[in-house]
């Protein structure tokens, strides 16, 4: 059985007997494969064959034995970090619970035993914690979750991180790793960036009032998405309809009727990612360079400016989740989110349902679901990569085994709609998965951070189509960054 049809059976399985879906994040099939099923039989026989046949891992953990080794991981608690990747006991919660067995069991294979330590919510004090430790060459941390962006351009290109490809045991072309999202992320000569089944996306998605859509008579926005007619046209007619002045007095606030929101600015840029407009490409060396000055980018900017002047557009006054205005108010289509903060929607009374970030139009061929989150890193100085490079591959290898079914089982049957919809569109979203490589390197940086976020900076907040001279005020900057970028890496992979 392949890979496809495993997962296919497993999500029949999963709405047929409340069992788990296996999927795998390294998954490339087309979207016309992710939003359809094939029935299957689902007794015992079938499923057992679904187990027999799935690929086994190569390490040889007869023989190795690591003494009660240590390994240490830094983490940041945000994003998926902070419910779906640790667990230092069980405690009842299926999530949990079989994380802490994969670890358990990768412990007893190995003779380890796997430690975490916090960081905190930001990605500034992760540096704090990482960076001495590299200067001064000790041997601390093992593995690194880190953030969608903050310092993988400072990490990568100033020797902070270890070369992946020299991991033993590691086998980057098995079916629990994405090595081509891996490509995508690689600037240089090796790889620092590790995508696998461990780490677990953390796409935004767009998640719409059932109730609404059915209240202004609207199309059913899930056969929109099967029919590949979820497009940006779609998205900005069904908000602008959503648009209400409940009160009549002239003025749009928090009590009226609203079309789409989100709760910080950074949820708009997967507008861009979703409709194929990406900040960089790469030229024929295989560099990165500018690649946001469209007629694409331009019409985006139309867009939205266009959405903000007339208050489809909802900005809250913070970015606390206090001030946030909500599907669960009955006076908003769309609210945006990460898929992991379905644990923020769990007690909401509404009917509601989640969408991919909607295609540019019909002629573009796939959906795109921009993964916002971390990336796992090694840092430079470990002194035992069998170790590390073991572990990593067990870790992979068993997080398709039972923590993404489970991830699925509790995000589907626990956190939103319990119907085959959302079965769909969740495996529709992990095999869209995509990175924004700019972004992920330079999102922070002067000049090009502003081109990253300039469709809520400049359409959204100011409410300004005038993408041309906003783009040639960060140019020169932009491509400075860029240029240091490969002007430090190179010279970090000729000395490593």
Same mark, same amino acid.
């Given at each position: 059985?392949?890979?496809?049809?495993?997962?296919?059976?497993?999500?029949?399985?999963?709405?047929?007997?409340?069992?788990?879906?296996?999927?795998?994040?390294?998954?490339?099939?087309?979207?016309?494969?992710?939003?359809?099923?094939?029935?299957?039989?689902?007794?015992?026989?079938?499923?057992?064959?679904?187990?027999?046949?799935?690929?086994?891992?190569?390490?040889?953990?007869?023989?190795?034995?690591?003494?009660?080794?240590?390994?240490?991981?830094?983490?940041?608690?945000?994003?998926?970090?902070?419910?779906?990747?640790?667990?230092?006991?069980?405690?009842?919660?299926?999530?949990?619970?079989?994380?802490?067995?994969?670890?358990?069991?990768?412990?007893?294979?190995?003779?380890?035993?796997?430690?975490?330590?916090?960081?905190?919510?930001?990605?500034?004090?992760?540096?704090?914690?990482?960076?001495?430790?590299?200067?001064?060459?000790?041997?601390?941390?093992?593995?690194?979750?880190?953030?969608?962006?903050?310092?993988?351009?400072?990490?990568?290109?100033?020797?902070?991180?270890?070369?992946?490809?020299?991991?033993?045991?590691?086998?980057?072309?098995?079916?629990?790793?994405?090595?081509?999202?891996?490509?995508?992320?690689?600037?240089?000569?090796?790889?620092?960036?590790?995508?696998?089944?461990?780490?677990?996306?953390?796409?935004?998605?767009?998640?719409?009032?059932?109730?609404?859509?059915?209240?202004?008579?609207?199309?059913?926005?899930?056969?929109?998405?099967?029919?590949?007619?979820?497009?940006?046209?779609?998205?900005?007619?069904?908000?602008?309809?959503?648009?209400?002045?409940?009160?009549?007095?002239?003025?749009?606030?928090?009590?009226?009727?609203?079309?789409?929101?989100?709760?910080?600015?950074?949820?708009?840029?997967?507008?861009?990612?979703?409709?194929?407009?990406?900040?960089?490409?790469?030229?024929?060396?295989?560099?990165?360079?500018?690649?946001?000055?469209?007629?694409?980018?331009?019409?985006?900017?139309?867009?939205?400016?266009?959405?903000?002047?007339?208050?489809?557009?909802?900005?809250?006054?913070?970015?606390?989740?206090?001030?946030?205005?909500?599907?669960?108010?009955?006076?908003?289509?769309?609210?945006?989110?990460?898929?992991?903060?379905?644990?923020?929607?769990?007690? !909401?009374?509404?009917? #509601?349902?989640? &969408? $991919?970030?909607?295609?540019?139009?019909? *002629?573009?061929? /796939?959906?795109? %679901?921009?993964?916002?989150?971390?990336?796992?890193?090694?840092?430079?100085?470990?002194?035992?990569?069998?170790?590390?490079?073991?572990?990593?591959?067990?870790?992979?290898?068993?997080?398709?085994?039972?923590?993404?079914?489970?991830?699925?089982?509790?995000?589907?049957?626990?956190?939103?709609?319990?119907?085959?919809?959302?079965?769909?569109?969740?495996?529709?979203?992990?095999?869209?998965?995509?990175?924004?490589?700019?972004?992920?390197?330079?999102?922070?940086?002067?000049? !090009?951070?502003?081109? #990253?976020?300039? &469709? $809520?900076?400049?359409?959204?907040?100011? *409410?300004?189509? /005038?993408?041309? %001279?906003?783009?040639?005020?960060?140019?020169?900057?932009?491509?400075?960054?860029?240029?240091?970028?490969?002007?430090?890496?190179?010279?970090?992979?000729?000395?490593?």
């Amino acid at each position: 059985m392949n890979k496809k049809q495993l997962r296919n059976t497993c999500l029949q399985l999963a709405l047929l007997l409340t069992a788990s879906a296996i999927v795998s994040c390294g998954s490339s099939d087309k979207k016309n494969d992710a939003v359809t099923t094939t029935p299957v039989d689902t007794n015992v026989t079938q499923t057992q064959e679904v187990e027999a046949q799935r690929p086994n891992h190569k390490v040889p953990t007869d023989s190795l034995d690591f003494g009660g080794e240590e390994l240490l991981q830094l983490y940041m608690e945000w994003q998926g970090y902070q419910f779906y990747f640790f667990a230092e006991e069980e405690n009842g919660d299926v999530m949990n619970d079989a994380i802490y067995r994969r670890n358990r069991k990768v412990e007893e294979d190995l003779n380890i035993k796997i430690k975490k330590e916090s960081c905190g919510t930001n990605y500034m004090q992760q540096n704090d914690s990482l960076r001495p430790t590299i200067l001064a060459n000790e041997d601390v941390y093992d593995f690194i979750f880190g953030h969608c962006i903050g310092y993988n351009d400072t990490w990568s290109s100033e020797g902070y991180l270890y070369n992946l490809d020299e991991l033993p045991y590691v086998d980057m072309n098995a079916e629990w790793w994405n090595k081509a999202q891996m490509d995508v992320l690689r600037l240089g000569e090796n790889t620092y960036f590790a995508v696998n089944d461990m780490m677990i996306p953390c796409p935004y998605v767009i998640f719409f009032s059932k109730d609404m859509v059915t209240r202004l008579d609207m199309e059913d926005p899930y056969q929109l998405v099967y029919d590949g007619r979820w497009t940006l046209d779609k998205l900005t007619e069904m908000a602008r309809a959503a648009v209400n002045d409940v009160n009549g007095d002239g003025k749009m606030t928090e009590d009226d009727s609203w079309g789409i929101t989100a709760n910080e600015i950074s949820k708009y840029i997967s507008f861009m990612t979703g409709s194929g407009q990406y900040i960089t490409d790469r030229d024929a060396d295989g560099k990165i360079r500018l690649a946001l000055n469209t007629e694409k980018t331009q019409h985006l900017m139309e867009i939205f400016s266009d959405m903000a002047k007339n208050n489809v557009i909802y900005m809250p006054p913070s970015m606390d989740r206090s001030d946030m205005l909500t599907l669960n108010s009955d006076r908003l289509m769309f609210q945006m989110d990460a898929i992991s903060d379905a644990e923020y929607l769990r007690d !909401f009374t509404v009917d #509601f349902g989640f &969408l $991919p970030f909607p295609k540019y139009d019909e *002629k573009q061929e /796939d959906y795109i %679901s921009l993964d916002w989150g971390g990336l796992l890193s090694v840092p430079c100085t470990i002194t035992n990569p069998e170790m590390i490079g073991a572990a990593m591959e067990l870790l992979a290898w068993g997080s398709a085994e039972e923590v993404i079914p489970t991830y699925y089982d509790t995000i589907l049957t626990g956190k939103l709609a319990r119907d085959e919809n959302s079965v769909k569109m969740m495996d529709l979203l992990f095999d869209t998965i995509t990175y924004e490589i700019g972004g992920s390197y330079f999102g922070f940086a002067n000049g !090009f951070g502003d081109l #990253f976020y300039s &469709l $809520p900076r400049l359409a959204i907040e100011k *409410k300004s189509a /005038d993408f041309s %001279s906003f783009y040639q005020s960060k140019l020169k900057m932009s491509q400075r960054t860029i240029d240091k970028f490969y002007e430090k890496l190179e010279a970090t992979e000729s000395v490593n």
